[in-house]
C-alpha cells in the first residue's frame, strides 16, 4: 500500500468524515434497551456477531462488487445493485440511515471533485444512493484497492458500534479499546470471507437485528437515529 492509498483511507474511514455516522448506532442502541447488552462483554459480543453475520455476508461483499462495477463503469449494474442493497434493509430507519450517509458522502464527492464526471455523473443517478454504493465509488477514486477498501471500511463500522457502545451503554474509554483491539483480527477474517463471496451469494439475513431496528423507531427515549 502506498501512502497515498492509505491516508485516503484512513480519511474515508475517519469519524471527522462528515457524513453523519456518528448518530446512528445500527440496532445496538435498541439491544441495550431490551436488556440484550448490559456490559462490556455484551457489547463486544454483539459487534463481533454483526461484523461476522451482518457484514461479512452481506455489505462487504456488496462493496467489493460495487467496486469492480466503478472500475469497470458498468452503469445499469451499479443502478440496480443499488437499488437491490437498498431494497435489503429490513426496516425504515435502516432504509433512511444508508439513504442519508450515501446522500451526504455522494454531496461530498461531487463537491471535492472526486474521480471523473462520468461516474460521478452515474453516482448522481442513483437516488436514493445506499452508502456502501458510494463508498465504493470513494474508494475506487482513490484508486485504493479492494482489500484494502474493505479493511477500512470495516474497521470504520467496529469504531463506530464502539463509540455507540461507549454513549449508550455507557463503557469507560479503556474498555472501547479493548473491543477494537480485540477485533481486529476477525476485520481480517471478514475481509477475507468478503473476498471470497461472489455476487449471487450475498447474505443480508438478520431478522433480530431487522426486529430490533424496527422496534427501535418507536422506541421512547433514545440517543441515535438507528
Known sequence: MNIAELTALLHLASPALPIGAFSYSQGL??????????????????????????LAPGELPFIAHQLE??????TQALIDANAEFIASR?????RRETAQMGWSLRQLCAQLEWGDAERRATLERMTPVAQPSAFAFAAWAHDASTEATLAAYAFSWVENQTAAALKAVPLGQLAG??????????????VARALAT?????????????ILSARHESQYSRLFRS
Do not use: Y
Open 29 to 54: 442502541e435498541a439491544a441495550i434497551d431490551v436488556g440484550m447488552i448490559t456490559g462490556a462483554d455484551d457489547a463486544a459480543h454483539w459487534i463481533a456477531n454483526g461484523l461476522a453475520n451482518v
Open 90 to 94: 429490513e426496516s425504515a430507519e435502516l
Open 177 to 190: 479499546q479493548r473491543i477494537v483491539v480485540a477485533l481486529r483480527p476477525r476485520i481480517e477474517d471478514a
Open 198 to 210: 461472489p455476487p449471487d451469494a450475498l447474505n443480508t439475513f438478520a431478522p433480530q437485528l431487522g
Open 69 to 74: 462495477r466503478w472500475r469497470a463503469h458498468d
